[in-house]
């Protein structure tokens, strides 16, 4: 969604906004969604490409960090690999997928299926709907490991690395590649979904890949993955009570483990982004502004089933009704990170770094003032949408 906040004197004219409903959305007036960031950028008509989804285009900056500050990730690495790889779980302690589905090679294999598709029988679509979402999101994974290895100074060189952050780039991959493999398979044996139109929709994702404008900087790409992982954390929390509120405890179960996974990876994020504080105060506040200026882009802000040029804020809009991952957890998130970092009380920046200081923390309660009047206006414009992911029935936005 896409309201412009020149209002709020943001940096950009056209601030690309996430958590704030669309008033002035161009694209999609009657739309009001939780998330994305449309504008900053200019927005390239749908080609319509076999393999080109709808894009949008900004001014894509590149290595931005100074050269010489490659060395404070390069001292890090003893630091890292004691305080950060011990975050990631040892593979025979880990959850599989196949721990919450059921067994292909048992007795009891149809049996299970149909207890499982009776559970999701009484789940509604619009639940399934936010819940394909997020498994999309997880399954557009190569990007992600990609955005991270685009970072200067924690790259993975090789692809082997052995260097801590190298180690805990793949590890994480590793743990994440779950993720979509159990909510994959979990929808496939619901049975509710059009499995060829999601599978066409993550096809197109990893196509169009994403540039969150973290300019190859492990600055703005660790404060952008600490946003992230929790923002995922908070979203996979609310699929999992909802499902326990409709009565699928299996359902629940496998949210709220990926739920604990991301939490345990956005301990990880934050750590680092704490310890680059203690370091380089200066250089961490003005990053994390940055940041904010630029709006936190959700990673699968480029979705696109082949049909609807609008699926993400459609799909969002409807995480945004359920609550599954709303306006004001973006401004929650953003709350939580000021104080993990202590932000406010940061002392000893420069004035560059003083403004940012200022700039952050009167940010929250701005985000949610605009959040509260586009609420206002989202509930006047509600509009009805086909969703090509359950077969195109038709759900209020
Ligand atoms: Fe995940
Ligand atoms: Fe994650």
Known sequence: MAIELNALHFESKKCPSFGLPAAANRRS?????????????????????????PREVHIQVTHSMPHKKIEIFKSMEDWAEKNILVHLKPVEKCWQPQDFLPDPASEGFEEQVKELRNRAREIPDDYYVVLVGDMITEEAL???????????????????????????????????NRHGDLLNKYLYLSGRVDMKQIERTIQYLIGS???????????????????QERATFISHGNTARLAKDHGDITLAQICGTIAA????????????????????????????ADMMRKKISMP????????????????????????????????????????RWNVEKLTGLSGEGQKAQHFICGLAPRIRKLEERAQGRAKEAAQKVPFSWIFDRELML
């Open 29 to 53: 007036p009657k739309v009001f969604m939780a998330s994305t960031l449309r504008s900053s950028s200019r927005e390239v008509d749908n080609l319509k490409k076999p393999f080109s989804p």
């Open 209 to 227: 890949g994403m540039d969150p404008r973290t300019e190859n900087n492990p600055y703005l790409g660790f404060i952008y993955t600490s946003f």
């Open 261 to 288: 996974d991301e939490k345990r990876h956005e301990t990880a994020y934050t750590k680092i982004v704490e310890k680059l504080f203690e370091i380089d105060p200066d250089g961490t506040i003005l990053a994390f």
């Open 300 to 339: 699968a802000h480029l979705m696109y089933d082949g049909r609807d040029d609008y699926l993400f804020e459609h799909f969002s809009a409807i995480a945004q009704r359920l609550g599954v991952y709303t306006a004001k957890d973006y401004a929650d998130i953003l709350e939580f990170l000021v104080a």
């Open 142 to 176: 190569p990007t992600y490991q990609t955005m991270l290895n685009t970072l200067d100074g924690v790259r993975d060189e090789t692809g082997a690395s052995l260097t801590s952050w190298a180690v805990w780039t793949r590890a994480w991959t590793a743990e994440e």
